[in-house]
């Protein structure tokens, strides 16, 4: 696991060989999480923590020709005005590590 600075945030990122992975979709979904299509078309990756839709865990993948790479972090609530991104993430601490732990369980 690693943890990247930038725009004054800390980000989860979990990054892995891309052949102990395979399909990065496929892999994901079977960590227990769904897709998630924005308006724009962009398409990430969320779990519910309980049967609510926050907080949810949301997971972005970025694919290079060896390595996958899991920008994870926790939305604690909706973003306030349409349009904004802010959210109350969570991008660090216990919760995050805990589910960064969880999710390389699966990894061969």
Same mark, same amino acid.
């Given at each position: 696991? =690693? ?9 989860? @990122? /979990? +990054?892995?060989?891309?052949? !102990?992975?395979?399909?990065?979709? !496929? #892999? ?11 308006? $724009?078309?962009? *398409?990430?990756?969320? @779990? ?8 949810? #865990?949301? *997971?972005? +993948? /970025? &694919? $290079? @020709?060896? @390595? ?5 972090? /926790? =939305? ?5 005005? &349409? ?8 991008? =660090?601490?216990? +919760?995050? %590590? !805990? %589910?960064? &732990?969880? +999710?390389? !369980? #699966?990894?061969?």
């Amino acid at each position: 696991m =690693d943890f990247v600075f930038g725009s004054n945030l800390v980000i989860m @990122k /979990l +990054i892995f060989d891309s052949v !102990k992975i395979g399909d990065s979709q !496929k #892999f994901i979904r079977r960590c227990g999480y769904g897709q998630h299509r924005v308006r $724009n078309g962009e *398409v990430s990756y969320v @779990k519910r923590v309980h049967g609510d839709w926050y907080p949810r #865990f949301h *997971v972005y +993948i /970025l &694919e $290079n @020709k060896d @390595k996958t790479i899991f920008n994870l972090h /926790l =939305d604690q609530r909706q973003p306030v005005y &349409e349009g904004v991104t802010a959210h109350g993430g969570e991008y =660090d601490g216990a +919760i995050v %590590e !805990k %589910e960064a &732990e969880r +999710i390389t !369980k #699966f990894v061969i």
